[in-house]
T-cell receptor, first 114, second 111 residues
Framework: KAGVTQTPRYLIKTRGQQVTLSCSPISGHRSVSWYQQTPGQGLQFLFEYFSETQRNKGNFPGRFSGRQFSNSRSEMNVSTLELGDSALYLC?????????????FGEGSRLTVL | GDSVTQMEGPVTLSEEAFLTINCTYTATGYPSLFWYVQYPGEGLQLLLKATKADDKGSNKGFEATYRKETTSFHLEKGSVQVSDSAVYFCARMDSNYQLIWGAGTKLIIKP
């Protein structure tokens, strides 16, 4: 069974640009959650999508957005990038929802903002 | 606010040593508790969990007991192997069904 796949794995952007990250969950999983991981703040929850609907949202500005498609693949977008957005962005899928706490993570997309 | 505190790493042990990684949490009520592990070059994966007080989660020789009196969920293993070298994260579920994570503890096992 294929795991959670995130693309791209690495990317470099400049301030003010926007970026889109993609996540393919494990087959059959309907929930996709996104996290930001930084050395200073650790793992922070961005949002969860379940069957194409945003089910939960963390405390991030509106520049961070996401969506989920009918095949459960998800994308997250960050607009007007700031230096502080440099981080590892992790996607996690879950069969029954992130509220179970049983998440399967991808390896992440490492974003560097210059 | 809600938080999870883990012992700072790195923790360096010799093979076959006994392992304890401390984890304490703040909470109202009795949240579900989790340990996740991140092996080098891999994504985070659930190691074990406990959903109510006095529950013991176990997997791959690791154990953790939900202690409501001390609000702790310490991870233990009786005899570690080099292959256990990884970063370990403690987490708890909050009232909004989001996971609150500890900072992670890097474990290094020397042969």
């Amino acid at each position: 069974k294929a795991g959670v796949t995130q693309t791209p794995r690495y990317l470099i952007k400049t301030r003010g640009q926007q970026v889109t990250l993609s996540c393919s969950p494990i087959s059959g999983h309907r929930s996709v959650s996104w996290y930001q991981q930084t050395p200073g703040q650790g793992l922070q929850f961005l949002f969860e999508y379940f069957s194409e609907t945003q089910r939960n949202k963390g405390n991030f500005p509106g520049r961070f957005s996401g969506r989920q498609f009918s095949n459960s693949r998800s994308e997250m977008n960050v607009s007007t990038l700031e230096l502080g957005d440099s981080a590892l962005y992790l996607c996690a899928s879950s069969l029954d929802g992130a509220n179970t706490g049983e998440l399967f993570f991808g390896e992440g997309s490492r974003l560097t903002v210059l | 606010g809600d938080s999870v505190t883990q012992m700072e790493g790195p923790v360096t042990l010799s093979e076959e040593a006994f392992l304890t990684i401390n984890c304490t949490y703040t909470a109202t009520g009795y949240p579900s508790l989790f340990w996740y592990v991140q092996y080098p070059g891999e994504g985070l994966q659930l190691l074990l969990k406990a959903t109510k007080a006095d529950d013991k989660g176990s997997n791959k020789g690791f154990e953790a007991t939900y202690r409501k009196e001390t609000t702790s969920f310490h991870l233990e293993k009786g005899s570690v192997q080099v292959s256990d070298s990884a970063v370990y994260f403690c987490a708890r579920m909050d009232s909004n069904y989001q996971l609150i994570w500890g900072a992670g503890t890097k474990l290094i096992i020397k042969p």
